[in-house]
């Protein structure tokens, strides 16, 4: 039984993860913005031996650290942080592209990322030991026309995975990565602004992967020997061959 903190709990891959996680008889510690989301999941895993909810916006430094420091409290120590809040903001070109956009992209997937991470790490650098698993995506490995600022920000986020498991060796502390390819979520809705159309539009034609996919191999990363760390897994749908190049029969 480990004590796992999941960013963006709330939807999709994370709260897939959450649910995955607590069938395994884990301790959650479940951080997203929407309280009753929240609320309600943690109803859902009252039957765990500890479950907590933190409601913060990763971009915000202090709740940050305010919240994540009030578990550490509660929970002792953070055994794997799993950082996966984050998403797309738009698909258009840089010079046609809104800059709040970008704003939101770099502040959340990368400086929230970074945030979240620095209030952690330093309990598990104190303890020896943890297990950091962040979120990128395949936008991270191959950049994509009009994808250009969400590529850049699953850049950085590969960079970050490298830098941390590079700057964390000498303490026990494994950090890995997951990076999937097209993946069934509300991801579509919030890059399309609420456009559900366009949004199904792009899981149409193929089977895309569903968050369970990816909870299933988070726990896969988390349940292996201690000597052991998939520092860097990528995970398609068997219809995509890249990020541009997806078999769809229409
Ligand atoms: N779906 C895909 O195809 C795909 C592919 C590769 C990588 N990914 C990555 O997977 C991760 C999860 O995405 P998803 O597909 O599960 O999408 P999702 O269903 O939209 O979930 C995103 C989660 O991140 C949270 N979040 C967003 N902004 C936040 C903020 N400022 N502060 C705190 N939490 C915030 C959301 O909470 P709210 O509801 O409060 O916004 C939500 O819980 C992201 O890092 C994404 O880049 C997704």
Same mark, same amino acid.
């Given at each position: ?64 650290? %305010?919240?994540?420091?009030?578990? /550490? =409290?509660? $929970? ?5 942080? #799993? *950082? ?77 995975? %490298?830098?941390?498991?590079?700057? /964390? =060796?000498? $303490? ?5 990565? #997951? *990076? ?71």
């Amino acid at each position: 039984m480990k004590n796992i903190l999941i960013t963006g709990a709330t939807s999709g891959i994370g709260e897939a993860t959450a649910r995955k996680l607590a069938e395994e008889g884990n301790n959650l510690i479940l951080c997203g913005r929407n309280s009753n989301k929240l609320d309600d999941l943690a109803n859902e895993f009252a039957y765990l031996s500890k479950i907590k909810t933190l409601s913060f916006d990763v971009r915000n430094r202090a709740d940050v650290y %305010e919240n994540i420091n009030s578990a /550490l =409290n509660s $929970f002792q120590k953070i055994d794997v942080l #799993i *950082n996966n809040a984050g998403n797309a903001h738009g698909l258009e070109s840089i010079y046609e592209g809104n800059e709040e956009d970008w704003d939101k992209m770099m502040d959340i997937n990368v400086k929230g990322l970074l945030n979240v991470s620095k209030a952690v790490i330093p309990s598990m650098v104190k303890n020896q030991a943890g297990h950091i698993i962040n979120v990128g995506s395949l936008a991270g490995y191959e950049v994509y026309a009009n994808g250009t600022a969400y590529c850049a920000s699953k850049y950085a986020v590969k960079a970050i995975n %490298e830098g941390l498991r590079k700057e /964390l =060796n000498g $303490f026990n502390i494994k950090v890995s990565s #997951i *990076n999937p390819g097209l993946v069934e979520t509300n991801f579509s809705n919030v890059r399309f602004k609420g456009d559900t159309e366009k949004a199904k539009a792009v899981y149409k034609g193929y089977t895309p992967l569903k968050p369970q996919d990816i909870a299933n191999t988070i726990s896969f990363m988390i349940n292996q020997p201690e000597h052991v760390n998939l520092a860097e897994v990528m995970i398609l749908p068997t219809a995509q061959a890249s990020s541009t190049q997806v078999k769809k029969e229409l």
